[in-house]
């Protein structure tokens, strides 16, 4: 896999995880306060995987890397944490039902729920607590199992890739996320089993237009460079339009479409001082560790605030919200370093494999 680093896709990765904080956090009221659309988050990491494993696996999979040998090694960079999480979330919701908590789950759904959950496969639709969501423990993870599926066709496809393929593909893509936005009335789809095929319909148009932005960038980039954090204020932007406008499904939309695929591209070459950049690449460190355990963090908080005799969460507004946030990432660090790092170094020991001998050509120092 190829080492270079983009630390302007890093910092976007980063805020864009804490924006799906924002989102998930208990405000008061119908819709976050914070950056009202901050679901769009999901397809702007959907254009950043496609054009960050087009980089780290293109050429492998050209090369002779295996369907299974690369699947694996997605495996072993999304399962550690994913597990870490949904074990805590689950054990969350475990201590609910001890206690008696009426809104836990029985325990027949919270067994039906965890085994496919365990399996990173979406839980079977059911009633009371856990309701049509596929994954109750990591509400988030919708998105990695569409991740893992788009993983796969791609390397089905890597040795097709041609550029007509991949036009044939993004239209495809582009079709499916204009009947999905039309459809919902926006491209919050995903989450739950009502909208669960809406998530298929984001990643594809995405991670493709992700993937071709990598092979066609020498061709696309601009004549210019714009500061990294630029982008990153650019996104916030995009996620801050209220969902009172008129015109929400096109606007959606426009941003999956030529928004992010435009930030992408700018990010990708953008500049910055030295500052930015070690924030870029800590930020990057944490999102995925954010992602997937800001979930269970939550249920956590709450639990603690209500043992403790504290307020409710959603009543502190936003310092509820900055508490929530530091805890997260707090959590992702810690989590990032002392576990996922090495299950991902021991899991890619085991993996490697030495390569075969052979009479063709001869061996390279």
Same mark, same amino acid.
């Given at each position: 896999?190829?080492?270079?680093?983009?630390?302007?896709?890093?910092?976007?990765?980063?805020?864009?995880?804490?924006?799906? =904080?924002?989102?998930?956090?208990?405000?008061?009221?119908?819709?976050?306060?914070?950056?009202?659309?901050?679901?769009?988050?999901?397809?702007?990491?959907?254009?950043?995987?496609?054009?960050?494993?087009?980089?780290?696996?293109?050429?492998?999979?050209?090369?002779?890397?295996?369907?299974?040998?690369?699947?694996?090694?997605?495996?072993?960079?999304?399962?550690?944490?994913?597990?870490?999480?949904?074990?805590?979330?689950?054990?969350?919701?475990?201590?609910?039902?001890?206690?008696?908590?009426?809104?836990?789950?029985?325990?027949?759904?919270?067994?039906?729920?965890?085994?496919?959950?365990?399996?990173?496969?979406?839980?079977?639709?059911?009633?009371?607590?856990?309701?049509?969501?596929?994954?109750?423990?990591?509400?988030?993870?919708?998105?990695?199992?569409?991740?893992?599926?788009?993983?796969?066709?791609?390397?089905?496809?890597?040795?097709?890739?041609?550029?007509?393929?991949?036009?044939?593909?993004?239209?495809?893509?582009?079709?499916?996320?204009?009947?999905?936005?039309?459809?919902?009335?926006?491209?919050?789809?995903?989450?739950?089993?009502? !909208?669960?095929?809406?998530?298929?319909?984001?990643?594809?148009?995405?991670?493709?237009?992700?993937?071709?932005?990598?092979?066609?960038?020498?061709?696309?980039?601009?004549?210019?460079?714009?500061?990294?954090?630029?982008?990153?204020?650019?996104?916030?932007?995009?996620? !801050?339009?209220?969902?009172?406008?008129?015109?929400?499904?096109?606007?959606?939309?426009?941003?999956?479409?030529?928004?992010?695929?435009?930030?992408?591209?700018?990010?990708?070459?953008?500049?910055?001082?030295?500052?930015?950049?070690?924030?870029?690449?800590?930020?990057?460190?944490?999102?995925?560790? =954010?992602?997937?355990?800001?979930?269970?963090?939550?249920?956590?908080?709450?639990?603690?605030? !209500?043992?403790?005799?504290?307020?409710?969460?959603?009543?502190?507004?936003?310092?509820?919200?900055?508490?929530?946030?530091?805890?997260?990432?707090?959590?992702?660090?810690?989590?990032?370093?002392?576990?996922?790092?090495?299950?991902?170094?021991?899991?890619?020991?085991?993996?490697?494999?030495?390569?075969?001998?052979?009479?063709?050509?001869?061996?390279?120092?």
């Amino acid at each position: 896999m190829r080492s270079e680093r983009f630390e302007a896709l890093d910092m976007l990765r980063g805020i864009a995880a804490l924006a799906i =904080v924002t989102r998930h956090f208990p405000w008061l009221g119908d819709a976050p306060v914070a950056l009202p659309r901050s679901y769009l988050a999901v397809d702007l990491f959907f254009v950043l995987s496609g054009f960050v494993i087009a980089h780290g696996y293109g050429r492998a999979l050209a090369g002779g890397m295996g369907v299974r040998a690369f699947m694996l090694q997605r495996l072993a960079r999304l399962g550690p944490l994913y597990l870490l999480a949904t074990l805590a979330g689950a054990a969350v919701w475990l201590a609910a039902m001890a206690a008696g908590d009426p809104a836990a789950p029985a325990p027949g759904h919270w067994i039906a729920a965890l085994i496919p959950n365990l399996l990173m496969l979406p839980a079977p639709p059911m009633s009371a607590a856990l309701a049509d969501v596929p994954y109750p423990f990591v509400g988030p993870a919708w998105s990695l199992f569409w991740e893992l599926a788009v993983n796969l066709a791609f390397a089905v496809l890597a040795l097709r890739l041609s550029r007509r393929v991949i036009a044939r593909v993004l239209a495809a893509g582009l079709a499916l996320l204009a009947v999905a936005a039309a459809s919902h009335g926006s491209l919050d789809t995903g989450p739950y089993w009502s !909208s669960f095929s809406g998530g298929a319909a984001r990643v594809v148009w995405s991670f493709f237009a992700g993937v071709a932005l990598y092979r066609w960038r020498p061709r696309l980039r601009p004549g210019f460079r714009v500061p990294g954090w630029l982008t990153t204020c650019a996104m916030l932007l995009l996620f !801050s339009v209220p969902m009172t406008m008129p015109g929400g499904a096109a606007y959606d939309f426009a941003c999956a479409a030529i928004g992010f695929p435009l930030l992408v591209l700018l990010a990708a070459d953008a500049h910055d001082p030295a500052v930015p950049r070690a924030a870029g690449r800590w930020l990057g460190y944490c999102s995925y560790g =954010v992602y997937v355990l800001h979930g269970p963090v939550l249920l956590m908080l709450e639990r603690a605030l !209500s043992a403790a005799g504290g307020p409710p969460l959603a009543s502190l507004g936003y310092a509820g919200a900055l508490l929530f946030a530091a805890l997260a990432l707090a959590a992702a660090w810690a989590a990032t370093r002392w576990i996922d790092t090495p299950a991902r170094a021991w899991l890619k020991a085991r993996l490697a494999r030495p390569a075969p001998l052979t009479t063709r050509r001869p061996a390279v120092p």
